[in-house]
């Protein structure tokens, strides 16, 4: 693919410029060309990993996107112009999003927790600053609520909850999921909206539980939690305006694959540099280590 890269713009810099930069041998690179591995093989070559790319993104991958997991996965360097014009030809089209819309209940005269994390959504190290929010997902069944968990650091999902409703239990399950499997140490930011699960007298016991601080949007500001709610409009545009969930079971089962699986692996961020939170966080882990060794 790089000999193709090269061979596209020729016109505009030097073969040995390229090779130079894309560290290509130019004996190999005239000898690709006279075997007549020009045009058709690589372009159809390129044509499957862009469809590929684009069906594992689950339709909503651009070209800036594609752009990155070409780069990325296979070492593929093409213009957004390129990849563009051959999303056409092959009829990709990525979906479009709908409105969100925010469901908080803060009507009641419960508690409310200072506004520490103050929109700086900024963490330094792992399980530093989590924030939550609750979700309602349509199924042939009636409504099912999704309650997560996300970690500021790598924006990983690190806990999550479904339930028939939006009890307590459902917002202390998830974030009892991510205190057994990441085991924060005290001291844990926690922001959430003003919801009344998260106010609520059985929800301040756990977070006092794990010396956990709470802190709570401003009442009626959305961007005070930004993170949580950028995450539900990704999940439903990736996945619930695309499906139709006929039971509760199924929703459950398609939700718990597309966060473990898909969010949290394989969709890359552009907060993370267009690394999965998962990769993110094991790079980093790499880092360090060699910096103590």
Known sequence: MKYAWMYEHRKSFSINLMSKVLKVDRTSYYHWIKTGCITKKVDEQLNDLIEVIFIQGRKNYGTRRIQDKLKELYGVLVSRKRISSIMKELGLKVNMKRRYKNTTDSNHNLPIAPNLLNMDFYASAPDEKYVGDITYIHTGEGWLYLATVIDLYSRKVVGWSMDDTMKVSLVNDALSMAIKHRNPSEGLLWHTDRGSQYASYAH???????????????????????????????????????????????????????????????????????????????????LQMEMVA
């Open 204 to 286: 301040k016991d756990l977070l006092e539980k794990h010396s956990i601080i709470q802190s709570m949007s401003r009442k009626g500001n959305c961007w005070d939690n930004a993170v949580a709610e950028s995450f539900f409009k990704t999940l439903k545009s990736d996945l619930v305006y695309q499906t139709y969930f006929y039971t509760k079971r199924q929703a459950k089962q398609e939700i718990f694959e597309y966060i473990e699986f898909h969010y949290n692996r394989v969709r890359s961020h552009s907060y993370l540099g267009n690394l999965s939170p998962v990769k993110f966080e094991e790079i980093n882990k790499v």
